[in-house]
């Protein structure tokens, strides 16, 4: 276990200082955690996301871009009182 979260932190910590900041003006509707049907994503200002492992987000207006480390990215929209991302590939809500 402490191997699994030793690998983890380097993995985040990597991803950190390759990904570039999102915009201030919609990174921080987004900074804290999310919860959805796959558990719970940390999102941080830096453009990173951390779920199962990191995935960059970049955002404009309210709607926010993730992509996965394969390259997958899809686009979910911030809901009008910022407790809410709603889009595929599923809706998620904010924890704190």
């Known amino acids: 276990m402490k191997k699994i979260a030793i690998a983890l932190l380097m993995t985040v910590s990597f991803a950190a200082s390759a990904y570039a900041a999102a915009p201030a003006s919609c990174a921080s509707?987004?900074?804290g955690v999310w919860s959805h049907?796959?558990?719970?994503?940390?999102v941080y200002p830096n453009g990173v996301a951390v779920a199962v492992w990191p995935y960059r987000w970049t955002c404009k207006g309210n709607h926010y871009t993730f992509t996965s480390p394969s390259g997958m990215s899809w686009t979910q929209r911030l809901s009008r009182n910022g407790k809410y991302l709603?889009?595929?590939p599923f809706n998620s809500a904010r924890v704190r």
């Open 29 to 31: 509707k987004l900074v």
């Open 86 to 88: 709603i889009g595929p």
């Open 37 to 42: 049907q796959n558990g719970f994503t940390t």
